[in-house]
Structures are given as structure tokens and as C-alpha cells.
């Protein structure tokens, strides 16, 4: 077991480069199970989540390949199996896109219901909707769902709720069905026209993906194709804030602004630079007093509910009261109580919080509690006064690649070392 140490106060500034997207990477790995042949999937984000997604595969009988530390290759043509029961499902959320991926070639899908960051309800409804108009019946028993049907036959979807999940889901089982799917009320975000695009490279056809309406012609079958993943705008999101947070002056590099246009425009109201380039965004902060703002989390093209966390952390040392509305997930502030463990003042109401700024945080032994939430504590402890020690870094490591060294290559104090050694408040 490790743990992050941060000697707070250091301005950020230089050049950071963007992994691939990890949300993209968890749908697109299963969707080669589609395929008849062998797939080559470049900027894969070195992350512990695409290790456990990938062992996965493996049991499955896929064969993996790793080129380089960003590149896998992925034969899927021993996949005989639609049974994935690894105990190793429990611990990612995405792993529910096996049930799409394997019922969409077996006609029939067993999967384990999926784990992840405890973030509330994670119901599959919206999915097994999906499921029963393409023809499958489905039972779920002890945790387990199991998925049959003859064959699945196209048709048309209406999504209750807007569902990455459920239109990633839909889509990988349609892809080889009989006749046309359309789904309406589709999630629009990026890593949803990724999958698309990726699937399309393999021989599907499929439109309209990034907008409500998605329609899928099935074909008989998908080949092999080598691809690479869009860069993670999250991530990118996360660094943008830190820039801010510790007045500094950044460089992202490996980024589709257009995904950050929501990220983009908050931080200015905030009070923070922004420039934009065609791959690149600068972002500095050179204010001793940041604006208050007022946030609700939406699907994209709203502002992201994996930003919430690291974007609340910036306004806790803003100026005034900003208010923040969490409309995705029920447990998303959890990681408030560790803020106010550095001195921010913050109030959770069910799913709002009022945050009232402070002048600084203070460093402070804190727990990530799920993946953002441990990205926000960094941020927090990189504008901190004294020493901010992190634990259950491991929620971290699931969507980051090499966070503290790249934070480190910034100018940031940080570095990771064993939980059981003792960390004196002099830390260097």
C-alpha cells in the first residue's frame, strides 16, 4: 500500500502531455471481442483500470499483447466463452460492456454485476431495455446477469435517461444484429463517438453518434483495425484546474479542445486564462482572488460530473459563495469531509454543496474516496500550506497515468511512498 505526499505552495509551470481516454479505452477493449480477427489499439492510458480490463480479456481467452506501454494488441478469436465471471468484474465499473460485447457475439451474455467508485445506484435498467428490444430475455440472480436470445433483431430504443453506459451497451450488441437499431436520447459524450468510430473501423455502420439519435445497421461480421484512442479530457480538465489552483502556468498538450468547452468556459468565469490551440490549451492564474461560479453537472455537452470534484476544490479558495448542483451521481461529495479536513468551508445538501471560499487550505492527512475525488486532493494539496498526505491512492491510479511524476515534471512537490513509512511535516 502507498501513499502521495505533498508539500503544498509550489506554482505549476511547464508542459504536460494527455493520456488516451481512459472511458474510451474500458468500451473499446471489450468491442474487439466483435471482431473475427486481431485489433492494434494505440494511446492506451497506462492505467490500473486497462490492466484489470485486460486480464479480463485474458480469462476470456483473448490474447493481449502489450506493444509498448501505450499500445495493446488484442486477438479475441479464442473468445468461446459468453460467461465472464472473474472476480476481477467487481472492482471496475466498465466491465459491464462484457454483457453488450459478448451477447452481441454469442447471442448470450452471463456477466457479473459491475463494481467501481462507490458513487450511489448503479442501475442497468436502461440497458436491459436496450437488451429486450433487440429480442434477448435476461434474469438477474445473486449478482449476476445472464442475457439469451435466438438471434437480435434491430429496433427502436428510447433511452429513459440519458445513459453512456446504456447507448455504449445498445450499440455493441447491435452492431452484428439483423436489420436497423435506432436509439434515441443517446449520450453525446466523446468517448460514446470514439466507440463509434472504432466500431465503424472494424466494418460496422453506424451514424449519428454525438447526437440524440443513433442508428446501427447490422452487419455479419467485424474485422480486424488498428486504432487510437482519443486523448482524456478529464485528465486534461484536472491539470487545467491545478494550473489555477497554484496561480501557475501550464501547457496541455494531446488534447481535442472542443471536448473542453464546458471546462474551458467555467474556468474563465472564475477568473482564469485560458488560451486555446489547435491541440494544445494554456491555462494561467495569475489572480490572488478568484470569482465564485455556480455549477451543475450534465450529460455532455454539459459540465462534466467527473469534474465536479476537481473544480469545487478551485472554488473553496475563490471568493464569495458558489453553489454546486451534482445531478449525475448521489454520492459524489463524499469527498467533501476530507476538504473540510484542510480547512475549506463546504455544506453538503443531498446533492448540493455551498461553498463558501476561504483564503487557503491547509495541508492535512486525507483519504481519496473514489478516483476524482482523489484527483481533487491532490489539487487541494498542491495549493495547500504545509504537508497533505493522501491515502487509498489506488482509486487514483484506476484513471490517471503517472500523475505524480507528471506533476512533478511541473514543478510540483510531490512524490508517492510505502504507507508504512513514517512521514515527518518536513518532507522533501
Given at each position: 500500500?502507498?501513499?502521495i505526499?505533498?508539500?503544498g505552495?509550489?506554482?505549476l509551470?511547464?508542459?504536460?502531455?494527455?493520456?488516451?481516454?481512459?472511458?474510451?479505452a474500458?468500451?473499446?477493449i471489450?468491442?474487439?471481442?466483435?471482431?473475427?480477427?486481431?485489433?492494434t489499439?494505440?494511446?492506451?492510458?497506462?492505467?490500473?483500470?486497462?490492466?484489470?480490463?485486460?486480464?479480463?480479456?485474458?480469462?476470456?481467452?483473448?490474447?493481449?499483447?502489450?506493444?509498448?506501454?501505450?499500445?495493446l494488441?488484442?486477438?479475441?478469436?479464442?473468445?468461446?466463452?459468453?460467461?465472464?465471471?472473474?472476480?476481477?468484474?467487481?472492482?471496475?465499473?466498465?466491465?459491464?460492456?462484457?454483457?453488450?460485447?459478448?451477447?452481441?457475439?454469442?447471442?448470450?451474455?452471463?456477466?457479473?454485476?459491475?463494481?467501481?467508485?462507490?458513487?450511489?445506484?448503479?442501475?442497468?435498467?436502461?440497458?436491459?431495455?436496450?437488451?429486450?428490444?433487440?429480442?434477448?430475455?435476461?434474469?438477474?440472480?445473486?449478482?449476476?446477469?445472464?442475457?439469451?436470445?435466438?438471434?437480435?433483431?434491430?429496433?427502436?430504443?428510447y433511452?429513459?435517461?440519458?445513459?453512456?453506459?446504456?447507448?455504449?451497451?445498445?450499440?455493441?450488441?447491435?452492431?452484428?444484429?439483423?436489420?436497423?437499431?435506432?436509439?434515441?436520447?443517446?449520450?453525446?459524450?466523446?468517448?460514446?463517438?470514439?466507440?463509434?468510430?472504432?466500431?465503424?473501423?472494424?466494418?460496422?455502420?453506424?451514424?449519428?453518434?454525438?447526437?440524440d439519435?443513433?442508428?446501427?445497421?447490422?452487419?455479419?461480421?467485424?474485422?480486424?483495425?488498428?486504432?487510437?484512442?482519443?486523448?482524456?479530457?478529464i485528465?486534461?480538465g484536472?491539470?487545467?484546474?491545478?494550473?489555477?489552483?497554484?496561480?501557475?502556468?501550464?501547457?496541455?498538450?494531446n488534447?481535442?479542445?472542443k471536448?473542453?468547452?464546458?471546462?474551458?468556459?467555467?474556468?474563465?468565469?472564475?477568473g482564469?486564462s485560458?488560451?486555446?490551440?489547435?491541440?494544445?490549451?494554456?491555462?494561467?492564474?495569475?489572480?490572488?482572488c478568484?470569482?465564485?461560479?455556480?455549477?451543475?453537472?450534465?450529460?455532455?455537452?454539459?459540465?462534466?460530473?467527473?469534474?465536479?470534484?476537481?473544480?469545487?476544490?478551485?472554488?473553496?479558495?475563490?471568493?464569495?459563495?458558489?453553489?454546486?448542483?451534482?445531478?449525475?451521481?448521489?454520492?459524489?461529495?463524499?469527498?467533501?469531509e476530507?476538504?473540510?479536513?484542510?480547512?475549506?468551508?463546504?455544506?453538503?445538501?443531498?446533492?448540493?454543496?455551498?461553498?463558501?471560499?476561504?483564503?487557503?487550505?491547509?495541508?492535512?492527512?486525507?483519504?481519496?474516496?473514489?478516483?476524482?475525488?482523489?484527483?481533487?486532493?491532490?489539487?487541494?494539496?498542491?495549493?495547500?500550506?504545509g504537508?497533505?498526505?493522501?491515502?487509498?491512492?489506488?482509486?487514483?491510479?484506476?484513471?490517471?497515468?503517472?500523475?505524480?511524476?507528471?506533476?512533478?515534471?511541473?514543478?510540483?512537490?510531490?512524490?508517492?511512498?510505502?504507507y508504512?513509512?513514517?512521514?515527518?511535516?518536513?518532507v522533501?
Open positions: 500500500m502507498e501513499k505526499v505533498i508539500n505552495g509550489k506554482k509551470n511547464g508542459k504536460v502531455s494527455i493520456s488516451g481516454a481512459k472511458n474510451a474500458v468500451a473499446i471489450p468491442a474487439t471481442i466483435l471482431s473475427n480477427g486481431i485489433c489499439i494505440g494511446n492506451i492510458p497506462n492505467i490500473s483500470d486497462i490492466t484489470l480490463i485486460c486480464n479480463i480479456m485474458a480469462e476470456l481467452g483473448a490474447v493481449v499483447k502489450v506493444l509498448n506501454k501505450n499500445t494488441e488484442i486477438d479475441t478469436r479464442n473468445v468461446l466463452s459468453h460467461i465472464a465471471s472473474s472476480d476481477l468484474i467487481r472492482k471496475m465499473r466498465g466491465s459491464y460492456y462484457l454483457l453488450g460485447a459478448l451477447l452481441g457475439k454469442f447471442s448470450k451474455a452471463t456477466v457479473l454485476m459491475p463494481g467501481g467508485c462507490a458513487l450511489g445506484v448503479r442501475p442497468i435498467d436502461q440497458h436491459l431495455k436496450g437488451f429486450l428490444a433487440l429480442g434477448a430475455k435476461y434474469e438477474l440472480k445473486s449478482g449476476v446477469v445472464s442475457i439469451t436470445c435466438d438471434k437480435l433483431i434491430g429496433n427502436n430504443i433511452l429513459d435517461i440519458v445513459s453512456v453506459g446504456a447507448t455504449i451497451n445498445i450499440m455493441l450488441a447491435a452492431a452484428k444484429a439483423h436489420g436497423t437499431t435506432v436509439i434515441e436520447n443517446t449520450a453525446k459524450e466523446p468517448h460514446v463517438v470514439d466507440l463509434a468510430n472504432f466500431l465503424n473501423c472494424m466494418g460496422a455502420d453506424i451514424c449519428g453518434a454525438g447526437t439519435v443513433i442508428k446501427i445497421r447490422g452487419v455479419r461480421e467485424l474485422k480486424s483495425t488498428d486504432y487510437s484512442i482519443i486523448p482524456d479530457q485528465e486534461a484536472t491539470y487545467m484546474t491545478a494550473a489555477a489552483v497554484t496561480n501557475g502556468n501550464i501547457i496541455i498538450k488534447v481535442i479542445p471536448h473542453l468547452d464546458s471546462t474551458i468556459a467555467k474556468l474563465e468565469e472564475i482564469v485560458v488560451k486555446v490551440y489547435d491541440e494544445s490549451i494554456q491555462v494561467s492564474n495569475e489572480k490572488t478568484l470569482n465564485k461560479c455556480n455549477i451543475k453537472t450534465l450529460p455532455y455537452p454539459g459540465f462534466p460530473t467527473d469534474m465536479q470534484p476537481q473544480i469545487t476544490t478551485l472554488l473553496a479558495i475563490a471568493n464569495g459563495t458558489s453553489i454546486i448542483n451534482e445531478s449525475i451521481w448521489n454520492n459524489r461529495f463524499r469527498y467533501v476530507e476538504l473540510r479536513r484542510m480547512g475549506a468551508q463546504i455544506s453538503v445538501d443531498s446533492k448540493m454543496a455551498i461553498v463558501e471560499g476561504v483564503k487557503s487550505l491547509n495541508g492535512a492527512t486525507v483519504q481519496a474516496t473514489d478516483l476524482r475525488a482523489g484527483a481533487a486532493l491532490i489539487i487541494a494539496g498542491l495549493s495547500a500550506f504537508t497533505t498526505i493522501i491515502e487509498e491512492i489506488s482509486y487514483i491510479e484506476r484513471g490517471y497515468e503517472n500523475i505524480v511524476e507528471k506533476f512533478r515534471e511541473l514543478g510540483a512537490d510531490i512524490k508517492k511512498i510505502p508504512e513509512y513514517e512521514v515527518s511535516e518536513n522533501v
